[in-house]
């Protein structure tokens, strides 16, 4: 018993550091893929299996312009940042969904 707790717990401990090297990287971004992120979070309807790349491109295809989904979803994101501010932006994209 006590085995079993104490390889969940390192499993638990595992995943706890990927996820927030997932944060850190994530952070680290520009804010027009933060906010890209947002957007499509909000407002993709596509299936995420086999209807939507988003998932399977890097932010640096889509910076360059050579993955289709994060790309769509950045060029959204920078006209945004051109007329508001990074934190303004966020909230009207999540008042969209309410």
């Keep these: 018993m006590k085995r079993d707790i104490t390889d ?13 090297a997932e944060l850190k990287n994530f952070e680290s971004l520009p804010e027009e893929c933060k906010l890209a992120d ?39 994101a920078r006209k945004m940042l051109k007329i508001v501010d990074y934190a303004t932006a966020v909230k009207v994209v999540k008042a969209l969904r309410d």
Excluded at 8 to 20: G, M, P, Q, S, T
Excluded at 48 to 62: F, Q, V
């Design 8 to 20: 969940e717990i390192d499993k638990k401990r595992a995943e706890l550091k990927e996820l927030e």
């Design 38 to 76: 947002v957007i499509h979070e909000e407002m993709c309807t596509h299936n995420h299996t086999d209807g939507c790349g988003w998932h399977y491109e890097s932010w640096e295809e889509g910076l360059k312009g050579k993955g289709w989904s994060k790309t769509q979803y950045i060029k959204k």
